[in-house]
């Protein structure tokens, strides 16, 4: 059976890294993926056959992982986090559709055995670091307006603060974009407190990570980079400091019973 | 240095459960938890003590991991999934929050050095289970009104349904409650296709698994109970079928550039 492993490393620490997704590793000779994701890796890919596209090359990158599954390679589609929350999972089954509509001309992937396999997402490693960022409803919202028009964007990040859910920003900025952040900040900001606690987590679960406590009045674009998770608390998440250390949560709504 | 970890075991899958959560598990003595937890991590639990308390008794069990460890004993506090998301970490930050404020009679429990290890989320399990539903921005809401007032719950809905997220709903049912997620559904049914595509998953990626694709219009609380996951498409969320393989999968926006 021809077979394609599609599959997230969750967030950069290998003991985050699931079996599933290690023994999928471990059974492929073929690994596609964006090369940072498998100098993460290590060891486990010695010996691989590595097809490290560049960002941005990410349409070429899952029809490569399903040229080379479709050629009989045990292949394995290799993101870092989630593969299917922001990531490549879903252009692979976008392709797939595309063919079943006659659109592509590729008749043999479709007999590309496909498993995918989660993994850990920055939004999970960025709220366990600090404690339960994300203990009551929350939703994700990319800023990036490459494949989605700012205005379907702008429409959620209202949804997002009309509803009071915990917001993870997903490519909250890139090299050349920068001003959806503040904008997405001040939208919130009508709809909670300026001193809204929100976590700036770079490089998170990496060796050079570092964690920032800060409140919504204060965040700024220019403190953010590709690396950073940014994670909004709702209007009743509560920063609390004990010693030396500090912890975000937020509340699921015990505090009657509590009292 | 006393230690309590918080820590998620995934859906079930043991090939799902994270290193850093296997470790921790065995770097402990005390295991805190719902007992069907436990008994889903089979051996890794040999020798340890179980503190397995009921449904319901979620503060007292929050409480016992934290004197557990206070007392200097290796302590891991227990859940499926991800223990920050609709779990029990964020009781324990409120717990620490209360005692800070002098509400609590335990200033033990300040000198206990706390470590929260995420888990695969439901979501992930089900998304993945079925291609790549979580591929673009989403949202989670828990319909269990009994700590979050049914009015706030309903807001949310209605703000997923005008932002078109990908809607996750956890707690779905209870044994004493159902009608909420015929509601969430005419909801949401005011803002995409009574065709949009929705996950039933049930004991996701557990022996008894078992995985139902229907349409938004077709959703009845009826044919969930506590162990399903429901997750609902965007309006562009598509159900695609290859043979005798079916796919979900919530596109990012490629067809542009793939057209």
Redesign the interface.
Known sequence: MKKLFILGT?PG????????AE?AIAASTELVAYGLYLDLLGDICTGKNRHDLPLGE??NRARLALDLAAQGKDTALVSSG?I???AM??????????Q?QG?EKSPQW?DVD?Q??????AM??G???V????????????LSD???PWE?IK??I???A????VVSFYNPVSKKRDWQLNTARDILLTGRPATTPVLIGRQLTRPEQSIKIIQLQDLDAKDVDMFTMVSVGNSES?H????D?Q?L???????K??A
């Open positions: 969750g620490d290998l003991q985050l890294l699931t079996p599933k023994q990410e349409i989630d299917g929350i922001y999972a879903t252009l692979v089954f976008e392709l797939l559709d595309r079943l659109l479709l496909i995918v396999i989660p993994g850990i997402s999970q490693a709220a366990s670091a404690g339960a960022l994300l203990g009551h409803d929350f939703c994700t919202i990319s490459l494949l989605t379907t429409k959620r209202e949804c997002a009309a509803g009071d859910f509560r609390i400091v004990n010693g250390k912890w949560y937020t509340p699921r709504g015990y505090a019973k509590l």
